[in-house]
């Protein structure tokens, strides 16, 4: 499941000048060419957000902008940036194991493309950030996986894993 057209175009509305205030307070560029950088300078912008959240009230206390928006940029201070291995792709969602708390699931949405659309296989462990955005769990889509294939003994632990947290705990939709 990904997000609707419109959310879509919210959330990178709502995202990249965020994304670019961070960026901006390391490496000068104009947010026109900012919008046009690779995935490198956005994971370095991404980083420096979220190693210093508090950038966002600096932020909000610097640009005007409607409710709903400053709502959507509130949701990402509780954001949660771990290490995570995708175990699966449901109809509704992806399903993320934080490996920094092994005891929760995380159902994920896309933004404009399913994981498995993007991803070579599942399981798979990435770094990157999820949060909420108009009551779904999302992914920023700034990910980098780590080279690792699991084998068959690891993916049938994992796959255990995930049967009894499912069962015991359920799968968080909103964090």
């Known amino acids: 499941m990904i997000l609707t057209q419109d959310e879509g175009l919210s959330f990178f509305k709502m995202y990249l ?19 046009s950088t690779g995935i490198r ?3 370095v912008a991404q980083k420096i957000l979220f190693d210093k959240i508090q950038l966002i009230d600096e932020y909000l206390s610097k640009v005007k902008l409607n409710d ?4 959507d940029i509130f949701e990402i201070k509780k954001h949660r940036k771990s290490k995570f291995i995708i175990l699966k792709h449901l109809s509704q969602y992806s399903v993320f194991m934080d ?12 933004l ?5 659309e993007i991803l070579p296989f599942f399981p798979i462990m990435i770094h990157g950030v999820i949060f909420n955005f108009r009551n779904k769990l999302v992914c920023d889509g700034l990910i980098t996986n780590e080279n690792i294939q699991f084998g068959p003994g690891i993916r049938k632990d994992l796959n255990r ?10 799968v968080s939709l909103i964090l």
């Open 17 to 35: 000048p965020l994304l670019h205030f961070a960026y901006s307070r390391k490496h000068y560029v104009n947010f026109n060419k900012f919008k």
């Open 41 to 43: 300078d956005k994971i």
């Open 68 to 71: 709903k928006t400053v709502k």
């Open 99 to 110: 490996m920094n708390n092994r005891n929760k699931l995380y159902g994920v949405i896309g």
């Open 112 to 116: 404009t493309d399913e994981f498995f």
């Open 161 to 170: 894993e995930y049967k009894e947290l499912k069962a015991k705990k359920g």
